[in-house]
């Protein structure tokens, strides 16, 4: 923590807790996270009832409706304690504090299932007549799950099985039901789902509009080419969804995506949609409920504009959140298929539609696999190969692919500014170290909140002349029109 | 003690056998309706089967065990599950008793691949126990249970040896007999109970796995409209 606490600048905390974290820090340097953090970061309102009583009644009705119950009733059955997640995960290698071993957090919740839906549970509770779950408790379960940046990395190294990210999601579903959710993250879900622009980012059509011509200027005055981005087009192979927040933040990434499309010949496949062109679904890391809202608003529009399959830009959360949500809530074999930019651009080089300068990145570059694409082997050969083609310079980091740290910002995380120590020093501590020994000049993240999160773990480990960037922002350099 | 030994080998062998049976009954009744419920509500009822067999076989190969973080203690445990599941069912003292009590037969280990067996997953299992004692983690994750359940193993295994080698035994024959027997009928008794669940349940923890990513359409409005929060914003 001491280097955390060094890391983080003047000013860059926010007005709540991480102000009074960062002076907590100051005077009891070897305090752990949990006593730094607070809650009041991520609660907006809190429900004014009985909250034990609530959290029970949240919990019976998910039971009784989502397939969690299988799950929950299975996991609290087989938890062999092996410990075998602690030296997964990068939280507990960098605090060392266990109660940041995954299995202990995934038991938070299980105990509770145990205890008030079980029969053995219940009938232990009525003999020694006590109530197991304490206000306590679930604060202590809030904490948590907020802890945990959901990368997966233990849930492969389960050797029962027992996914713990999947555990942490739904606690966290169960809590946002009692209005226990950061506020970073809710904020955002309510202006796409009830807002008047119906994006995460509040961009509204004409602004949207104004930058993708701004975007083709600059492709002109850079490249020498006259690269249209395709609006509203109907009848297209892909609808493109990419974090809204790439239209306001990584200009390149979205300029290189179009010049690909533009310099293969093949921008007659893609369409950008204006009734929705939002990819981020914070769903994925706090309710189901949101989350098939949101991806209703995906395939309704790809529906509308009668693409055949929908297109995610590079951005992590959104591509697992599409690959998992919209088949499930989408038609199972009748879903659109959902495909990630990454694969799109990995066919045109194979297929031989992209000239590539070879000597346009001379710097050393590396890959960060963003966990949401990588963990499941989906995509992490694919970014390698078309990095491959055209930088003359590339190492990968250790551990990589399946098995990659996390930024240290997922899950969420990295939309909540008040966490910024927490995430750089702790969470992304050993994402820093990988970084540093890799000597490369470019960190190629092809994910908005890993690039953010990157970004400030470079800044905040003084990792100088670092520059994080997407793949398509390279891939940009090296296309010859 | 005598007494207790003739319990143990009569009337509380058949209860740890009929227990263990109903057990693995309520185990398998349980894990299988769940399932298939889980299975029907899904809203995308495609299954990577292949995938999912080969990341199971993956955890059982025990040359894998040589490859991850945590060498050490994963080798250990690899020696003492497979102590665990050959010898009780190999061990030819054993599989004697099975034939004369039912008639049923099948081949049995040599003595010294057994005596080897045994030895090795008594040495595993002490050095499991030092673990879960010495590394931070495991220990603090404890609980009374993982404790009872290593040192049941430890007995059984180590009363095992001994009375298959009256020589080297300093204890009492029926002492030792009593400790084999009590054990190992615990054993039996708690795996359906227990964490040792896990040998029941192992085979089906992948398909849990991937059907917990298979989302129930609806079920977000459902459950808020058995909270009474429909209407209500996010």
Known sequence: MAEANTAQGEGRQGPLVGATAAAAAQAHPKLLPHQVLGLSYYVERLYPGDRVRRFLEIFAAVLEHTHYAHLVDTYARVGAKCANCASACQIYLATKDPKDVPCYRSNLLLEIYRRHFTFRGVLQSKLAGTVYLTEERIRELAESVYHCTGCRRCSFECPMGIDHGLLTHLSRYILSEMDIAPKALVVATREQLEGKTGNTSAIPVPALLDTLEFLTEDIRDEKGVEVPFPVDQEGREFVFFPAVSDYLLEADTLKGIALAFHAAGEAHRWTIGTGYYDGINYGLFYSDWCAERIIQKEIAETHRLKGKRILIGECGHASRSAKVFVPSFGGGRKALPVVNILEVTWDLLRRGRLKLDPDAVPDRVTYHDPCNIARTGWIVDQPREILRAFCKNYVDMEPRGEKNFCCGGGGGTVSIDEVRAYRTGVTGKMKAEQIRRTGARYVVAPCANCKKQLREVCEDHRLEGVEVVGLHDLLYKAIVP | ?234
């Open chain 2, 1 to 234: 003690m005598e007494s207790a030994v003739a319990f143990l080998r009569g009337p509380g062998l058949f209860f740890a056998f009929a227990l263990l049976f109903l057990g693995i009954l309520r185990q398998a009744g349980l894990t299988a309706a769940e399932l298939i419920r889980a299975y029907r509500k899904a809203g995308d009822q495609r299954i990577p089967w292949s995938w999912l067999f080969r990341k199971s076989l993956g955890w059982i190969v025990p040359v894998n065990a040589l490859r991850g973080t945590r060498v050490p203690y994963t080798a250990a445990s690899a020696l003492f599950h497979i102590g665990m599941l050959v010898v009780p069912l190999f061990l030819a003292g054993h599989v004697a008793l099975v034939k004369k009590g039912w008639g049923l037969s099948w081949p049995a280990l040599p003595a010294p691949v057994a005596d080897a067996l045994t030895l090795l997953a008594v040495a595993a299992l002490l050095f499991l126990a030092l673990f879960r004692i010495l590394d931070r983690a495991a220990r603090f994750l404890s609980g009374f249970q993982d404790f009872l359940l290593l040192v049941l193993c430890l007995v059984a295994f180590a009363s095992g040896y001994l009375v298959a080698h009256p020589a080297s035994n300093p204890l009492p024959f029926t002492l030792t007999w009593f400790l084999h027997l009590l054990s190992a009928e615990l054993l039996l008794v708690l795996l359906p109970f227990t964490k040792l669940a896990h040998a029941l349940l192992f085979p089906f923890t992948r398909i849990t796995w991937e059907l917990g990513w298979h989302f129930v359409p609806g079920a977000g409005d459902r459950v808020r409209l058995a909270l009474g929060k429909e209407g209500e914003g996010v």
